[in-house]
DNA sequence: CGGCGTTAG
DNA sequence: TATTCTAACGCCG
C-alpha cells in the first residue's frame, strides 16, 4: 500500500457567528445584542438565529408559525432572507481573509479553511486573534477561528468556543444585563484554546470527551442515533471503536473522520472551485398552484436560473430532469411526486433548447386536479463546454457546428446584458411577466451592497 | 448506471 | 393560513 506519512500542517476554520444575523446586524446596530431571526423562502422556516433568539428556544428549521408566538413575546427582529445581501459580504470576508494565506477554500457561504504552514508554531494563537480583529475592523462581522491539524478537529474547535460564548452571553441576556463579551475566550479545558494544534494526547482525550457523538462533523441525525444505540455516546468513545466495525457501518467516511479526531489529515483543503456535477433550481410556491400554465411559467424561470449557472461555469449539459410536488402537509393525505429525465441528443447549455425540453417533461408529469407546492428542474450530465470529446448528431454534420456556434453566440449576448442591464432584461416568453406565484419576502432588508438606491445615507 | 441513503450548510 | 434550497458521495443491485 502506499502510504505516505504527511507531515500535520496547521488549519485555520473561519466560521462567521450567526452569519446572516451578522449582516443584518451590521446595517442596524440597534438589533445588537437583541434577539434576531432569519427566514428561509416564502418566510416558511427559520434559517439562521442570533444567539438571543436560541436562548429564547426558537430552534433552527422550525417553521415561522410555530415560533410566532415567542417572536411576539419578546419583540424578537424578523427578517425575510437577503441572498444578495449575505453573497456580498461573504465575499468581502473571503478577501480579507486571502491577505492571511495563498491558500484558502471557501467552504460555504459564511466558512472558510485555511492553510497556516507559513506561520510559526508558537504564533499561530496571536495569528488567529489577528485575523479575527481585522475582520471585525474592517467589515464588522464578527467571527471565531479555530486552528488544528485536521478539518474535522478544527469543526470541533470552533463547536466549543461557540458553545462558551453561548455560555457567557446566555447567562447575561437571562439577567437582562446587555453587554456580551465579544472577545473570544479561552476555553474552560486545559490546553484549549483557539489553536489546538500540536496539542498534547492528554488533553485532547480530555476535550473528546466533552464532544456528544452527534456534534461531531460528519456523523448526522442517523448514524448518532444508531452510536447511541450502542453505548457510543462522545467523540472519544468514537475513536476507540474497532476501525473494521466504523467501516463495516459507516463506509469510508466514518474511518477518515475517527483519523481526523486522531489528528491524521485524510480530508484535504479543496483549494480549486470545482465545477457542479448537478445544478438544481426550485422554489417552493407561495400558495399551493392548480393551473398547468403558472407551473410552466415558474419552471421556465427556474430552467432560466440553472442555465445561467451552467453557462457561468462553462459547461453543457446532457439531460434534463423536471419535478413536481404536491404540498405533503395538505390534501388530506394525497400526496403526489413525480420526476422525469429527458436527454438531448447534443450537450448544450441553451435556456431556449432546455426550455423545451423542460416543458415536454413537465405535460408528461403533470396531472390535473391537483394542488402544488412545489416545481423544479435539475440539470445532469455535465461536462466542459469545450471538453476533448464531444458526443455529435450523426444524421447533422456541418450544420450542427454552425448551428451551436450560434446557440452559444445567442446566450453569450444573453448573458452579457442581463449582467449588464439586470436580470432577465432578456427572457423567454415562457417565464411570463405577471409572476404571482413568485417567492413572499415581505420582511426583507435593503439591499445596502449592491443597489445604489438602498445605500444607507449618513448625516453628518 | 440509476436509485437510495446520508450528510452538510 | 403557515414546514427552505442545494450539492456531494458511497453503496447496492
Not at 453573497?87 to 495563498?102: H, P
Not at 455516546?233 to 457501518?249: G, P, S, W
Not at 450544420?399 to 446557440?407: A, N, P, T, V, Y
Request: with cysteine.
Amino acid at each position: 500500500m502506499d502510504f505516505k506519512y504527511k507531515k500535520q500542517r496547521p488549519i485555520a476554520l473561519v466560521d462567521c457567528n450567526n452569519f446572516y444575523v451578522s449582516c443584518e446586524r451590521l446595517f442596524n446596530p440597534a438589533l445588537r445584542f437583541k434577539p434576531v431571526v432569519v427566514l428561509s423562502n416564502n418566510d416558511g422556516c427559520v434559517i439562521a438565529r442570533s444567539n438571543e433568539a436560541k436562548f429564547l428556544g426558537i430552534k433552527m428549521g422550525e417553521p415561522y408559525f410555530k415560533c410566532k408566538k415567542i417572536v411576539q413575546d419578546h419583540g424578537v427582529a424578523v427578517f425575510s432572507s437577503n441572498y444578495a445581501l449575505y453573497a456580498d459580504l461573504s465575499k468581502r470576508v473571503m478577501s480579507v481573509l486571502e491577505r492571511f494565506t495563498s491558500n484558502l477554500e471557501v467552504y460555504s457561504i459564511d466558512e472558510a479553511f485555511l492553510d497556516l504552514s507559513h506561520v510559526e508554531k508558537d504564533f499561530l494563537e496571536d495569528y488567529a486573534m489577528e485575523i479575527r480583529s481585522v475582520v471585525l475592523r474592517e467589515l464588522g462581522i464578527p467571527i471565531t477561528v479555530s486552528i488544528a491539524e485536521t478539518k474535522t478537529l478544527c469543526k470541533l474547535n470552533s463547536y466549543l468556543q461557540k458553545e462558551v460564548l453561548k455560555k457567557e452571553q446566555s447567562f447575561n441576556f437571562k439577567k437582562g444585563l446587555k453587554g456580551h463579551n465579544i472577545k473570544p475566550k479561552v476555553l474552560n479545558v486545559p490546553g484549549m484554546s483557539m489553536n489546538v494544534f500540536g496539542i498534547k494526547e492528554a488533553y485532547r482525550d480530555e476535550i473528546l470527551k466533552l464532544i456528544d457523538i452527534g456534534e461531531i462533523w460528519g456523523i448526522g441525525k442517523k448514524y448518532a442515533s444508531f452510536l447511541k444505540s450502542k453505548g457510543v455516546m462522545t467523540a472519544y468513545d468514537f475513536i476507540n471503536l474497532d476501525m473494521e466495525f466504523v467501516r463495516k457501518k459507516m463506509k469510508v467516511c466514518g474511518v477518515r473522520t475517527q483519523n481526523e479526531l486522531k489528528a491524521l489529515s485524510c480530508i484535504d483543503l479543496e483549494l480549486s472551485i470545482r465545477n457542479k456535477k448537478s445544478i438544481i433550481s426550485s422554489k417552493s410556491f407561495a400558495k399551493d398552484e392548480v393551473d398547468l400554465k403558472v407551473l410552466q411559467e415558474a419552471l421556465s424561470n427556474y430552467v432560466a436560473r440553472a442555465c445561467e449557472k451552467l453557462r457561468d461555469q462553462k459547461s453543457v449539459c446532457l439531460s434534463v430532469g423536471v419535478f413536481v410536488r404536491t404540498n405533503p402537509f395538505k390534501n388530506g393525505g394525497e400526496y403526489y411526486s413525480n420526476s422525469l429525465v429527458l436527454n438531448l441528443d447534443v450537450a448544450s447549455n441553451s435556456t431556449l433548447k432546455i426550455l423545451k425540453l423542460a416543458k415536454k417533461a413537465l405535460d408528461k408529469i403533470f396531472r390535473p386536479g391537483l394542488a402544488y407546492k412545489k416545481v423544479g428542474c435539475f440539470l445532469m450530465g455535465i461536462s466542459d463546454v469545450d471538453s476533448e470529446c464531444k458526443q455529435m448528431d450523426l444524421f447533422e454534420g456541418e450544420g450542427l457546428i454552425e448551428k451551436q456556434d450560434f446557440d452559444s453566440k445567442l446566450m453569450g449576448v444573453w448573458d452579457l446584458i442581463n449582467k449588464k442591464h439586470g436580470k432577465d432584461k432578456i427572457l423567454s416568453l415562457a417565464m411570463g411577466f405577471n409572476k404571482k406565484w413568485q417567492t413572499q419576502r415581505g420582511l426583507k432588508s435593503n439591499s445596502f451592497t449592491t443597489c445604489w438606491d438602498n445605500l444607507l445615507k449618513v448625516k453628518i
